[in-house]
């Protein structure tokens, strides 16, 4: 129940192409969704985030959508570029004391130039 | 304006020894979180630290131990290593006064157990 999934594992996509991401998590007090990028050898940095009143947000090329019936939510990145190569996670919060933030496994993303 | 910071940056021990990481929030931020991030996978939440009292605590056996200095800087402890320690331990810190979402994470310590 405090899982969240996430897929594909990885991803090549081709410069100018669409990247999707995917998410999905079961424990419905999970009440906010943020998206981390990590580039080799650095600590995940937050991209965009999004709680679950809200359907969708962008932030320039960058766009959650969020099915809250489903419990799913994805990540896209328009006009995907080479420096976009790096591994992808979703993450859930609680809304309880603490806020522990729950990660997917994560997805690799190659941009072919 | 620093970041979050952590020392040190690489680590080698073997089996049965312990060890400290340490790590320096963010200027303003009073909240710092502890992973492990295994090779290829998504960092695991191990204890939350506020006011310098472990406030949440994942999964993880009470060999993995914290503390939180009056500073608001932090160390993770680990007792009697196995080789499945073997991680990158990273430090996210964030502003519990102010909007908490917004996690800051360091560039981690990456420890290797023999």
């Known amino acids: ?113 | 304006d620093a970041g979050v910071t952590q020392s040190p940056t690489h680590l080698i021990k073997t089996r049965g020894q312990q060890v400290t990481l340490r790590c320096s929030p963010k200027s303003g931020h009073d909240t710092v979180s502890w992973y492990q991030q295994a090779l290829g996978q998504g960092p695991q939440f191990i204890f939350q630290y506020y006011e310098e009292e472990e406030r949440q605590r994942g999964n993880f056996p009470d060999r993995f131990s914290g503390h939180q200095f009056p500073n608001y800087s932090s160390e993770l402890n680990v007792n009697a290593l196995l080789l499945g320690d073997s991680a990158l331990y990273l430090c996210a810190s964030s502003d519990n006064r102010g909007i908490q979402e917004t996690q800051y994470f360091g560039p981690g310590t990456r420890l290797l157990v023999l």
């Open chain 1, 1 to 113: 129940q405090q899982q969240v999934k996430q897929s594909p594992q990885s991803l090549i996509v081709q410069k100018g192409g669409i990247s999707i991401i995917n998410c999905a998590y079961e424990n419905t007090a999970f009440d906010y969704f943020p998206w981390y990028q990590q580039f080799p050898g650095k600590g995940p940095a937050l991209l965009i985030a999004i709680r679950p009143d809200v359907s969708e947000k962008k932030e320039g090329r960058f766009t959650i959508s969020f099915n809250k019936s489903a419990k799913q939510f994805s990540l896209h990145i328009m006009d995907s570029q080479p420096g976009d190569s790096a591994t992808y996670f979703c993450a859930a919060r609680g809304n309880t004391g603490g806020f522990k933030t729950i990660f997917g496994a994560g997805t690799r993303l190659f941009v072919k130039a």
